[in-house]
Each structure stands twice: as structure tokens, then as C-alpha cells.
């Protein structure tokens, strides 16, 4: 028996025996049961950096976080400490009004809603803003409606007035905040 022939037989049984092996490891797999899916994130991302962009190629959202999962059953993003920076293309204009938003936790079920918790804060990055800070609590966004709602505390800072109470809600859809319990202003005379 050649050295050519003995080299196709060893191969030939060896290749019988890693199929074999592949079909005894596949079988020992076990299946990840919906309970598994639901309690432990399908991925977890460190120092996260997201960008969204709308059809026309422009920048919309930037979304920074420490820690971010993602749990795939529930279409679940939850985030730590995130900070984003929404891009408001009024009026078709060239440069979007910039706007940053903190929280100290998110979370965000694709297209559907998103809440924050924790010190939030959001304030303007462009030019002459009208309003110079919103701070509260907690938020819940619907995307589907596009109303933002909270029955905590907001505080609504602007460049010569500070309007305050609980229970608010905003309506993206007709650009008005609705703020239904002890609502306070204070007005100051322009500079």
C-alpha cells in the first residue's frame, strides 16, 4: 500500500469521524427557552455611540451611553447615563436647531415609546434659543402619537421667564405644552 493511498484512507476516516462528532455536538445544544430571551439582553454594547440620519442623508439624532442592552424578544433598548443630541430641521433651513438632552436611565421599545428617568435635562445647543433649559424628572414619549408626558415636576426656563408645575404634556404635533397641575410663571423684563 502506497503512501498516496494510506494519506486518502486516514483522510477519508477522519473526515467520517468529524461529521460524527458535529452530529453528537449538535444534539447537545440546548434549546434557549422564551424565559432565557426575556431575562438576559441578546447584547450588551460599552461606551455606545449611535447616529441616525433622516432620507435626505441629514443628521437627526446622535445618542451617546456607557452601557446599553438590547433584549431582541421585547424589541428592548435600555440605556445608563445616555446623552443625545436631536437635530431640528426647521423650515427646511440649512442648519438645524441643536438640542442635548441627559438622563441619568432610558429605555426605548422600537417604535413604539421611550422614557427617561433621573435628572434630565434638556437644553439648546443653537443660536438664540427661546428657551434656555427644561429639567424633570421623568418623561414617557410616545412615537405613535407624538405626545411627551409626565406627572412629575417640570421646570421650563427661557430667557426672561421660568414656568413651572406637575403633571405636563407635550404635543410635537401642534408644538404646545400642556402643563395641568399648579402651573406657575414668573416673567422678567427684557434686558
Same mark, same amino acid.
Given at each position: 500500500?502506497?503512501v498516496?493511498?494510506?494519506?486518502?484512507? !486516514?483522510?477519508?476516516?477522519?473526515?467520517?469521524?468529524?461529521a460524527?462528532? /458535529?452530529?453528537?455536538?449538535?444534539?447537545?445544544?440546548?434549546?434557549?427557552?422564551?424565559?432565557? !430571551?426575556l431575562? /438576559?439582553? #441578546?447584547?450588551?454594547?460599552?461606551n455606545?455611540?449611535?447616529?441616525?440620519?433622516?432620507?435626505?442623508?441629514?443628521?437627526?439624532?446622535?445618542?451617546?451611553?456607557?452601557h446599553?442592552? /438590547?433584549?431582541?424578544?421585547?424589541?428592548?433598548?435600555?440605556?445608563?447615563?445616555?446623552?443625545?443630541?436631536?437635530?431640528? =430641521?426647521?423650515?427646511?433651513?440649512?442648519?438645524?436647531?441643536?438640542?442635548?438632552?441627559?438622563?441619568?436611565?432610558?429605555? =426605548?421599545?422600537?417604535?413604539?415609546?421611550?422614557?427617561?428617568?433621573?435628572?434630565?435635562?434638556?437644553?439648546?445647543?443653537?443660536?438664540?434659543?427661546? !428657551?434656555?433649559?427644561?429639567?424633570?424628572?421623568?418623561?414617557?414619549?410616545?412615537?405613535? #402619537?407624538?405626545?411627551?408626558?409626565?406627572?412629575?415636576?417640570?421646570?421650563?426656563?427661557?430667557?426672561?421667564?421660568?414656568?413651572?408645575?406637575?403633571?405636563?404634556?407635550?404635543?410635537?404635533?401642534?408644538?404646545?405644552?400642556?402643563?395641568?397641575?399648579?402651573?406657575?410663571?414668573?416673567? /422678567?423684563?427684557?434686558?
Open positions: 500500500m502506497g498516496t493511498l494510506r494519506s486518502m484512507i !486516514l483522510a477519508g476516516i477522519l473526515i467520517i469521524m468529524a460524527i462528532v /458535529y452530529r453528537l455536538s449538535v444534539n447537545l445544544i440546548p434549546e434557549v427557552s422564551d424565559e432565557t !430571551l431575562k /438576559y439582553p #441578546t447584547f450588551i454594547a460599552k455606545f455611540h449611535g447616529e441616525n440620519y433622516n432620507e435626505e442623508g441629514q443628521l437627526t439624532a446622535v445618542i451617546d451611553s456607557p446599553v442592552e /438590547y433584549f431582541e424578544k421585547q424589541t428592548l433598548i435600555t440605556l445608563e447615563k445616555p446623552t443625545g443630541v436631536w437635530h431640528d =430641521y426647521q423650515n427646511q433651513q440649512q442648519e438645524p436647531n441643536r438640542w442635548q438632552i441627559k438622563a441619568m436611565k432610558g429605555s =426605548y421599545i422600537i417604535d413604539s415609546k421611550a422614557s427617561l428617568e433621573g435628572s434630565i435635562v434638556l437644553t439648546p445647543l443653537h443660536q438664540d434659543p427661546t !428657551l434656555k433649559k427644561i429639567s424633570t424628572e421623568k418623561v414617557d414619549y410616545n412615537l405613535i #402619537t407624538k405626545e411627551i408626558f409626565s406627572d412629575r415636576l417640570i421646570v421650563i426656563e427661557g430667557q426672561n421667564f421660568i414656568n413651572y408645575g406637575t403633571g405636563f404634556k407635550v404635543d410635537l404635533n401642534t408644538d404646545t405644552i400642556t402643563i395641568s397641575g399648579e402651573p406657575h410663571a414668573r416673567y /422678567y423684563p427684557a434686558n
